[in-house]
């Protein structure tokens, strides 16, 4: 068995996210409901290995004027009740708290507890399994006038999908109410769709820039090695296919930037003047590419973190640059992807010779105290309940194992990266965890444990 099937054994809907040796056989069907593996393929026969716990062996470097990381940081239950919880948006001024569910259902958290009548319900119009589902939430800048909302969500493949491909990416707008505590379907304004090869790599974070624009991450279109059906080829012939390193035919393995305050013709979403490929060779609503599946992407400031879920070795924290080609399938994170040597940068005619990008986080699957299976990209951690802990990045994996990890960077290329133990007290809280980030008043962690799912914040 996959380790990464083992770890969700038992989470029912929601699926591995992304890594894989095999490719998907078959084509995912809209009721498929099997626990799926990390790739979208039935179960081998591998057994599972458990995470590596153990703590690091080398001595921190610290100055007499920082103070040590806590040996152990608490998780506060601030709800629970929810099942696959995998996004969370603040709703400014209020204190209600949106999250959304894998498994179609946005519920809303005020006062710690989970308001009976749920935001929406949208379960009806997805395609599950696999990775496929309602994954994302981004409230416009402007929500407390407009009452905007944005979602990712999968949905079943349409007449223009390609014969045989799985199911469809859909970006929509919705309109709360005023009261914000529920959200009218039928206000429903699909924002852009994208046809999904296979029924992984499906990504999923949307969230607005502090520059005002969307910003949208987009898997490799799924399978294993970034080829087969529904995978271009691209410029680098040691592996076969290439959505990652190809801006020209889809949108595939890219995170893109749009304007969803204005239209362009038909599109419902206008593009940034100042989008790395604007008047280029490639297609306008790129931001960045060579990404496997940014399954989680955030902003500390200006900066923009995206996870990206590797596939049989490594899991990478890229710090995304606009234009940025970050590897993929050339590299898993640092390493040469099967072949024993490979290039630092595309070729010349191919975008002038590129820079193929190193992530600044990466760590193996297995063989090291930070180790993993899924990345979770969390974020730069501002607040005081944790002394020692302010001006680290925190972030995690889907198999927390009973920790957590950190990172900062140390001058030296990748970051120093440490294991963040959790408390005896609070690890059997999050087994599983599916997002991370900074909210108003502290770190706010989703995902399911020995009590279901549920929303934590960080603390000691």
């Known amino acids: 068995m996959d380790r990464r099937q083992f770890v969700l054994a038992g989470t029912g809907l929601l699926t591995a996210l992304a890594g894989c040796a095999d490719g998907e056989t078959g084509t995912p069907t809209d009721t498929d409901t099997s626990t799926p593996t990390a790739d979208g393929t039935d179960p081998g026969t591998d057994e599972p290995t458990e995470a590596p716990t153990d703590e690091p062996t080398d001595e921190p470097t610290e100055t007499e004027q920082e103070p040590d990381l806590p040996e152990s940081v608490g998780l506060e239950t601030v709800v629970s009740g929810l099942e696959l919880p995998v996004g969370m948006a603040d709703v400014p001024g209020t204190g209600l708290r949106y999250v ?50 944005f979602v990712r969500y999968s949905a079943p493949a349409r007449e223009s999908t390609p014969d045989g491909w799985s199911h469809t990416f859909v970006l929509s707008e919705f309109e709360a109410g005023p009261d914000g505590y529920t959200v009218d379907t039928d206000t429903e304004r699909e924002i852009l769709t994208i046809a999904q090869p296979q029924g992984n790599h499906n990504a999923g974070s949307v969230l607005f820039g502090p520059d005002g624009y969307l910003y949208v991450g987009v898997g490799d279109g799924g399978a294993a090695n970034d080829q087969g059906r529904g995978h271009v080829e691209d410029w680098y012939d040691a592996v076969d296919g290439g959505n990652g390193q190809d801006v020209t035919e889809n949108l595939l393995g890219s995170i893109l ?35 496997r599946n940014p399954w989680r992407l ?42 024993g040597d490979c290039p630092d940068e595309t070729p010349p005619e191919v975008r002038g010779g590129e820079p193929l990008l190193d992530p600044v986080i990466e760590y193996p699957h297995g063989g090291a105290p930070v180790s993993g299976i899924s990345v979770i990209t969390g974020n730069v951690y501002e607040g005081e309940d944790v002394p020692g802990l302010a001006g680290w990045f925190v972030f995690g994996d ?18 120093e990266t440490r294991t963040l133990p959790i408390a005896d007290g609070d690890a059997g809280k999050l087994e599983q965890l599916f997002y991370m980030d900074r909210h108003e008043d502290g770190l706010y962690l989703l995902g399911t444990g020995a009590d279901g799912g549920g929303v934590f914040r960080l603390g000691t």
């Open 100 to 149: 959304v569910q894998q498994g179609g259902v946005a519920r809303v958290v005020e006062d710690g507890s989970l308001r009976e009548t749920p935001l929406f319900d949208i379960s009806d119009q997805l395609s599950r399994g696999y990775e496929k589902g309602l994954l994302g939430i981004a409230l416009h800048p402007n929500f407390a006038e407009n009452r905007r909302l």
């Open 398 to 415: 889907l198999n927390v194992a009973g920790r957590l990890f950190v990172a900062r960077p140390d001058g030296s290329g990748l970051w």
């Open 257 to 291: 930037r749009i304007d969803v305050d204005g239209t362009d013709g038909e599109q419902a979403y206008a593009i940034p003047d100042d989008n790395p490929l604007v008047g280029e060779d490639g297609l306008d609503e790129q931001y960045a590419w060579g990404f």
């Open 298 to 339: 955030s902003f500390d400031g200006e900066d923009l973190y995206a996870g990206d879920v590797g596939q049989s070795e490594y899991e990478e924290v890229d710090l995304v640059e606009m234009g940025g080609n970050y590897g993929w399938n050339v590299k898993e994170a640092t390493h040469c992807f099967q072949a």
